[in-house]
Nanobody, 119 residues
Framework: QVQLVESGGGLVQPGGSLRLSCATS????????MGWYRQAPGKQRELVAT???????TYADSVKGRFTISRDNAKNTGYLHMNSLKPEDTAVYYC?????????????WGQGTQVTVSS
């Protein structure tokens, strides 16, 4: 049974910070690349950041310098640290875990958590 459970979303003022967590179970977490996506009302889901099991990261241009993706393999948990938040960051944020090999293709998603940036 695979589960990705997010926490940490909520309401924050512009310029504020928030940390999202994604606790996983049922997978060999260290082997998976994990990512964070977000979807605002009326918009397509977009990739925010990714991190491989070895710690290599990528970021969307819109969040570079403000967001940091990280993971703790011992805790089977991924994180997204969000700083200098802007109203345009408001969205439902989803965590994702992917494993792709020649013989394996796995893709799991969390339930999503609302992040609202507003004064």
């Amino acid at each position: 049974q695979v589960q990705l459970v997010e926490s940490g979303g909520g309401l924050v003022q512009p310029g504020g910070s928030l940390r999202l967590s994604c606790a996983t179970s049922g997978i060999m977490f260290r082997l998976f690349t994990m990512g964070w996506y977000r979807q605002a009302p009326g918009k397509q889901r977009e990739l925010v950041a990714t991190i491989t099991g070895g710690g290599s990261t990528t970021y969307a241009d819109s969040v570079k310098g403000r967001f940091t993706i990280s993971r703790d393999n011992a805790k089977n948990t991924g994180y997204l640290h969000m700083n200098s938040l802007k109203p345009e960051d408001t969205a439902v944020y989803y965590c994702n875990a992917v494993l792709k090999t020649f013989v394996t293709d796995k893709d799991y998603w969390g339930q999503g958590t609302q992040v609202t940036v507003s004064s």
